[in-house]
């Protein structure tokens, strides 16, 4: 079984920034590709940005140059740093991971969300 926990959602104002974690944890043998999803209220979810076991990015053409997405491997943890935010960012955050378990078999995985709110 595989878990994958978000944190670092809050409250903002327009123009600042926030730092979303997310670990995984269990039966973990490998973990390829890491990604973060948003999705707001009415639409549908989009992919933000993603990350490879090798350390290559994409992202949204909407969040570039604001957005960073980075990884600690030996944790087993994916973070986006998101600044210079804008009330359309606002959106539940999720992090999605392709994952090998301990029986060798590959899934994706996702986390619960964390709510990102951008307001004056």
């Known amino acids: 079984q595989v878990q994958l926990v978000e944190s670092g959602g809050g409250l903002v104002q327009p123009g600042g920034s926030l730092r979303l974690s997310c670990a995984a944890s269990?039966?973990?043998?490998?973990?390829?590709?890491m990604r973060w999803y948003r999705q707001a209220p009415g639409k549908q979810r989009e992919l933000v940005a993603a990350?490879?076991?090798?350390?290559?990015?994409t992202y949204v053409d909407s969040v570039k140059g604001r957005f960073t997405i980075s990884r600690d491997s030996p944790k087993k943890t994916v973070y986006l740093q998101m600044n210079r935010l804008k009330p359309e960012d606002t959106a539940v955050y999720y992090c999605?991971?392709?994952?090998?378990?301990?029986?060798?078999?590959?899934?994706?995985?996702w986390g619960q969300g964390t709510q990102v709110t951008v307001s004056s």
């Open positions: 999605n991971a392709d994952v090998m378990t301990r029986d060798y078999s590959w899934d994706e995985y």
């Open positions: 990350i490879t076991s090798v350390g290559t990015t």
């Open positions: 269990g039966s973990i043998s490998s973990i390829n590709t």
